[in-house]
């Protein structure tokens, strides 16, 4: 199989669908005009499990998921949040897929050539795995593995 063959396929058989679209923002309630613009229904959000972070979920017209993020501490300088806005402004963070199996999906990846990083599969209820930027033409990949009925 040729390479370009290989990435036609890629994580293919493994990808549920696309998940969400995540952007990086100062502060969740000031970013609410962009909701605003865009038609979002707040559905989901609150404070990740590590405490660092709030994050926000917007049901969009038509499907599809906007999340939004931002650090707890915004004077935190080596916050992930605060890093990335201070060297590239807000806006896109990641792109989510939702897969079936997030040791195999990372596996994959890896084997295709991307850079894998931050594999967790320690929470039944949220597995990820990244694709580093510099692999995916810019763009920070999330590979997330969760039940049907998470949200």
Same mark, same amino acid.
């Given at each position: 199989?040729?390479?370009?063959?290989?990435?036609?396929? $890629?994580? $293919?058989?493994?990808?549920?669908?696309?998940?969400?679209?995540?952007?990086?923002?100062?502060?969740?309630?000031?970013?609410? %005009?962009?909701?605003?613009?865009?038609? %979002?229904?707040?559905?989901?959000?609150?404070?990740?499990?590590?405490? *660092?972070?709030?994050?926000?979920?917007?049901?969009?017209?038509?499907? $599809?998921?906007?999340?939004?993020?931002?650090?707890?501490?915004?004077?935190?300088?080596?916050?992930?949040?605060?890093?990335?806005?201070?060297?590239?402004?807000?806006?896109?963070?990641?792109?989510?897929?939702?897969?079936?199996?997030?040791?195999?999906? +990372?596996?994959?990846?890896?084997?295709?050539?991307?850079?894998?990083?931050?594999? *967790?599969?320690? *929470?039944?209820?949220?597995?990820?795995?990244?694709?580093?930027?510099?692999? +995916?033409?810019?763009?920070?990949?999330?590979? +997330?593995?969760?039940?049907?009925?998470?949200?």
């Amino acid at each position: 199989m040729t390479m370009d063959a290989e990435l036609t396929v $890629g994580l $293919g058989p493994l990808v549920e669908r696309f998940d969400h679209v995540s952007m990086a923002v100062r502060d969740i309630e000031a970013a609410s %005009g962009f909701v605003a613009l865009v038609a %979002g229904e707040r559905f989901d959000g609150g404070l990740n499990a590590g405490g *660092d972070f709030h994050w926000a979920q917007f049901h969009l017209p038509g499907g $599809g998921t906007l999340e939004m993020i931002s650090a707890v501490d915004k004077d935190d300088p080596s916050h992930f949040i605060n890093r990335f806005i201070d060297e590239r402004g807000e806006g896109l963070h990641h792109l989510t897929f939702k897969v079936t199996d997030i040791r195999a999906a +990372a596996a994959a990846a890896t084997e295709l050539g991307f850079v894998v990083f931050g594999l *967790d599969d320690s *929470d039944p209820m949220w597995k990820e795995a990244f694709v580093h930027p510099k692999s +995916a033409n810019g763009v920070l990949v999330q590979l +997330a593995e969760f039940p049907h009925d998470f949200h």
